[in-house]
């Protein structure tokens, strides 16, 4: 998987073919940064979206931070040895 100003890819080499997995923000999903957790999640910080976490296994998404401000920008995700992410 990677992040493109327009939003989170998955390429599926069988198919030879890129997949956009939507984060379901009514905003254009500029993806800055991700960081895989301790569980195996994928971590998303987002231009002016906030941050978001999609399961791997069964691609659902979750909004995560950026329940009050509709423009918080995270540029960076690093998880602490106790298992916790941080935004430096």
């Known amino acids: 998987m990677f992040g493109t100003e327009n939003g989170l890819n998955l390429y599926d080499k069988d198919l030879d073919q890129f ?3 939507s984060l379901k923000s009514k905003f254009k999903e500029n ?6 957790d301790t ?6 910080g987002t231009d002016n979206t ?6 791997t296994s ?9 329940n009050t401000h509709k423009d918080l920008t995270i540029h960076s995700i690093k998880n602490t040895k ?7």
């Open 19 to 21: 997949k956009r997995i």
């Open 31 to 36: 993806i800055l940064d991700l960081e895989e």
């Open 39 to 44: 569980l195996g999640n994928l971590l998303i």
């Open 50 to 55: 906030g941050l978001f976490k999609l399961n």
């Open 58 to 66: 069964t691609f659902e998404v979750v909004k995560v931070l950026n």
């Open 82 to 88: 106790q298992g916790k992410y941080r935004m430096p």
